[in-house]
């Protein structure tokens, strides 16, 4: 069976970045599993899986723009530590927890710089900005049950349990 829409795919992936730096890998905790057509992985991978098969490997690189998006700076903030709760315990590297006018608008900030008072937050995806570069071996294709369709995701091995 080739992947198409409505293909449930269980596949192996190692993720580097342009220095062949180790990102990601599905090495330790088994293959990863994903409804085709359901934007579950950045679109230039699932691109690229489109018309291929069980036992099918293949290396792709994926542009920011096909990936995590380029980086917008109108995601990143500036802002005194005092106006961040426990903000003079931040470290760089740090993720909070940001909101806006509701608790429906949370999102996951970096702590990306300190410098004195001022704070640098950062809401960007952490991989936004980067070409990925992906080793992909397919491991299973099947088509998704009318169950996993109406929900949208993969049930059982390697998907979501209810």
Do not use: C, W
């Amino acid at each position: 069976m080739t992947i198409t829409k409505g293909s449930v795919v269980l596949f192996d992936y190692t993720l580097t970045d342009d220095d062949k730096e180790l990102i990601d890998s599905s090495k330790d905790a088994g293959p990863l599993a994903y409804l085709q057509g359901e934007s579950q992985i950045v679109k230039g991978l699932e691109k690229a899986m489109e018309g291929k098969s069980a036992g099918d490997s293949f290396k792709i690189s994926i542009a920011p723009e096909e990936g995590y998006g380029l980086i917008d700076p109108e995601k990143i903030a500036v802002v005194d530590a005092d106006q961040i709760e426990g903000g003079d315990e931040l470290e760089e590297g740090m993720q909070l927890e940001a909101s806006h006018d509701s608790e429906e608008d949370e999102q996951v900030v970096v702590v990306s710089k300190i410098e004195g008072k001022k704070v640098t937050l950062d809401g960007n995806h952490p991989l936004a900005g980067m070409n990925l570069h992906f080793d992909i071996k397919i491991r299973e294709v099947r088509a998704a049950t009318a169950e996993e369709i109406e929900h949208g995701h993969v049930h059982g091995d390697g998907g979501h349990h209810h």
